[in-house]
């Protein structure tokens, strides 16, 4: 049976386990459990799980942000969106965008916004078919390095 829920604590070494998968290595587990438990107090962050059986097989986060033009509504950033490869064509990712993007209605959110990496062609395909259209935007990111 699958599920769609919060992420608890107990979880995070599976949760590491998908992040291996999607970034290609873990994280060190006393930071994700710091930036876990500062994320749970916060609730403009909502992390979501889709267990089978109760294994957590995928997950995703989104983040909403008060913005301050035309109406001054918020709007939801998606990151971090994975399905195990174990566990992939199986309806998880759709049942994790369907339940966030309820979650974006329930907080007034007027639009998503997510970015993908170029090459993750199957990714897009899914995207598109779950109603994201591509936007011919330019994206930018600068990795700020440790002091």
């Known amino acids: 049976m699958v599920t769609i829920e919060q992420i608890e604590i107990v979880s995070l070494e599976a949760l590491n386990t998908l992040y291996d998968e999607l970034m290609g290595g873990r994280a060190d587990p006393l930071k994700l459990e710091n930036a876990f438990r500062t994320i749970r107090e916060d ?23 008060q913005d301050l033009v035309g109406d001054c509504r918020p709007f939801m950033v998606i990151e971090n969106v994975v399905v195990s490869s174990r566990a992939r064509r199986q ?57």
Request: with cysteine.
């Open 43 to 65: 609730e403009r962050y909502v992390l979501l799980g889709a267990f089978v059986d109760g294994e957590l097989l995928g997950s995703l986060m989104g983040i909403v942000c």
């Open 91 to 147: 309806g998880l990712g759709k049942k994790l965008m369907t339940a966030i993007e309820a979650i974006a209605h329930e907080r007034d959110c007027y639009y998503i916004i997510f970015v993908s990496g170029e090459k993750r062609k199957e990714a897009h395909i899914f995207y598109e078919a779950m109603g994201y259209r591509e936007e011919k935007v330019e994206g930018y990111r600068k990795h700020l390095s440790s002091h």
